[in-house]
């Protein structure tokens, strides 16, 4: 069971987690026109767009044709939401009669690819943007929500703003305890051990797992910190640097078993110090509370991870916290960041 928040949903009740017979009534998509296309991915296809009832740029996410409950979920989660911090605002929800296509109207924020934007930030930066991608996901885990596939294509950045926002809500579901969920959620490199032994009694410390699989790629620069070519590949990069030792235990603990005839998985490893990634590149990142953080985020045993709120009052936040607690007037010349 999760370790905070387990209750919160049903003390919320049904009003708030119940999406399976939502009643979604659909504007008009008249006053949105297309600008350009910005992204997409399974579910939808995203452009820009703008609503011309007041001339703002929007995103008009155009959902492919999925099933209507996955449809009333995401706009569920999103209007529970809204409001919350660096959660990306849904504005409107339109039908185009003709072609019956669903598209949710979204807030727009000018995104910097982070394939290219990783590589250029400060250590201020990595802490400044994981901060708020933590205080986002405290807030959704308080309101009973795991997101799923937290991720860096599914994180916004205006870097000029110093925004950050989360996007994609098309996998949160909400979190009930004892309860078994699907283990086919996430993204490979960032999918967290129990999604990959088919642990399903999960709880949102699997969104945690994302989190420090984002924090060692981007102290240590590399891509993707973990990244397997298939699910089981994925789980041997991650023991071959956790350790086999420490890897049984969690399996004991949780009384499973993989079968597998991946020699990585069959083969003991010792587990690599984090010490080890350190190049001359990246070692301005690579603090001792940077490290302290990651190896109490990227643990097997969902148990033991820092939650969202532990992690936030970690002391590799100190500076982050300190600055935020003097804010003044203007948060973006008070962050610290007029020196980069
Ligand atoms: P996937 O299957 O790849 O996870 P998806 O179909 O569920 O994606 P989203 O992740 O919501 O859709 O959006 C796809 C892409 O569109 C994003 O990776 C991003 O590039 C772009 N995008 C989505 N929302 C916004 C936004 N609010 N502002 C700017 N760009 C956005
Ligand atoms: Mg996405």
């Not at 452009?47 to 009832?53: C, L, N, P």
């Not at 990069?237 to 956790?242: F, P, Q, S, T």
Request: proline share 5%; net charge neutral.
């Amino acid at each position: 069971m999760a370790r905070v928040y387990a209750d919160v949903n049903a003390e919320l009740g049904p009003g708030w987690y119940e999406y399976e017979h939502l009643h979604i009534e659909w504007n008009v998509p008249d006053n949105y026109e297309i600008i350009k296309r910005v992204g997409g991915g399974k579910f939808s296809e995203v452009f820009q767009g703008i609503d011309t009832s007041n001339e703002e740029t929007c995103v008009i996410k155009v959902l492919k044709p999925i099933a209507k409950r996955k449809i009333r979920r995401e706009i569920k989660v999103l209007r529970n939401l809204a409001g919350g911090p660096n959660v990306i605002s849904l504005l409107d929800v339109v039908r185009d009669p003709p072609s019956k296509s669903h598209s949710l109207i979204m807030e727009y924020v000018d995104n910097t690819d982070w394939k290219l934007l990783y590589p250029t930030f400060t250590e201020l930066e990595i802490k400044h943007y994981l901060f708020q991608l933590l205080t986002a996901l405290d807030f959704v885990h308080s309101r009973g929500i795991m997101h799923r596939d937290v991720k860096p294509g599914n994180i916004m950045f205006d870097r000029a703003n110093h925004k950050l926002r989360l996007i994609d809500w098309g996998l949160a579901e909400f979190y009930h305890p004892n309860t078994e969920y699907h283990i086919r959620v996430g993204s490979r490199p960032y999918k967290s051990p129990e999604l990959l032994v088919g642990y399903s009694m999960y709880d949102y410390s699997l969104d945690l797992w994302c989190v420090g699989c984002m924090l060692a790629a981007m102290i240590f620069r590399k891509e993707h910190f973990f990244r397997g070519r298939d699910n089981e590949e994925q789980l041997a990069r991650i023991v071959k640097v956790l350790g086999t030792d420490t890897f049984e235990r969690y399996l004991e603990k949780y009384n499973m078993q993989v079968e597998t005839d991946h020699p990585d998985l069959l083969r003991k490893h010792a587990r690599v110090p984090w010490a080890k990634f350190v190049t001359n590149d990246n070692r301005p990142n690579v603090t001792p509370e940077a490290v302290d953080l990651l190896d109490r985020l990227l643990r097997y045993d969902h148990q033991e991870r820092l939650t969202a709120a532990e992690a936030l009052s970690h002391t590799y936040f100190n500076s982050v916290r300190f600055g935020a607690a003097n804010k003044v007037k203007d948060p973006v010349s008070d962050s610290g960041f007029a020196s980069m």
